[in-house]
């Protein structure tokens, strides 16, 4: 059994319900969400650390920055396309940061092996790059072309990119990587420098994993004019049309799947450097 820092756990209790309550009045998140945040980030700062709750912190400042830059034109141009509005629910809350805090609930009771590092730093550059991606790219000046054949796709479309929008997400996952190395010096913790690498492969990875899911085996819909969403019901309660994809593979376990293919990365990485 590990030994328990009740002021860590305390502090993550406190700083994750402040955040998620300043996100929940931002519209960032809605109450489900706000609920999700704090699960989340009391768990990873109280059993993973300072590094690891203060670049879940980084990331999660930063995605609801983004998701309301320049908001009215990414609504005009594709919010109908996206599964949920803006405020994130448990459930997308748990999607991108569930999996960090099972990590760090591991890293703790195993004793601290770095291969849970790694694959912490995989995750989180992951969400973070997708985010990035997902939030600037849709502002990219030309048309998103699908990752699988290059055809031009309408912005917003699962499985589109742009130049900027990988731009936005290599700049993601890089950031986490920066980050969490810097706040693991400043914690006087083991701060391998491979940690930096890792988060840029992993994340960028994970984000391209995401579009190429998003492109072939995700969930999609179509409105009644035939415009397609990742939305099961559009905005009148009435249902959309199923036309492609696994119907369980929705946003949510893609964002997920991808997390799990970005941390892998990391964790070769890792080993590439004789982790």
């Not at 991108?96 to 995989?122: D, H, K, Q, R, V």
């Amino acid at each position: 059994m590990p030994m328990l820092d009740l002021t860590r756990i305390g502090l993550g209790l406190v700083l994750s319900s402040a955040i998620g309550g300043l996100a929940y009045w931002r519209r960032s998140l809605d109450v489900s969400g706000w609920i999700g945040a704090i699960v989340v980030g009391s768990i990873t700062l109280g059993f993973g650390g300072w590094a690891w709750g203060f670049t879940l912190i980084i990331f999660f400042i930063s995605s609801s920055i983004l998701s309301h830059y320049k908001e009215s034109i990414k609504e005009r141009r594709a919010a109908e396309k996206f599964s949920k509005g803006g405020r994130r629910d448990f459930t997308q809350t748990m999607a991108n940061g569930g999996l960090s805090s099972l990590c760090a609930l591991a890293y703790a009771f195993t004793g601290e092996p770095m291969i849970l590092l790694a694959a912490f730093a995989g995750i989180m550059a992951t969400v973070n790059a997708d985010t990035w991606a997902t939030e600037l790219g849709v502002l990219s000046p030309h048309r998103p072309r699908l990752i699988t054949n290059g055809r031009p796709v309408e912005p917003g479309t699962s499985g589109g990119i742009t130049l900027f929008g990988s731009s936005a997400a290599a700049m993601g996952a890089g950031l986490i990587g920066v980050c969490l190395f810097v706040l693991l010096k400043l914690s006087g913790e083991e701060a391998p420098i491979w940690v930096i690498p890792a988060a840029l492969a992993g994340g960028f990875s994970g984000a391209m994993i995401d579009s190429l899911f998003g492109a072939t085996i995700q969930a999609i819909y179509a409105y009644s004019d035939g415009r397609e969403t990742e939305r099961r019901m559009d905005r009148q309660g009435k249902p959309t049309t199923f036309v492609r994809g696994w119907a369980w593979m929705n946003n949510d376990v893609v964002n997920a799947s991808s997390s799990i293919g970005g941390a892998l990365i990391a964790i070769l990485v890792m080993f590439a450097f004789g982790g």
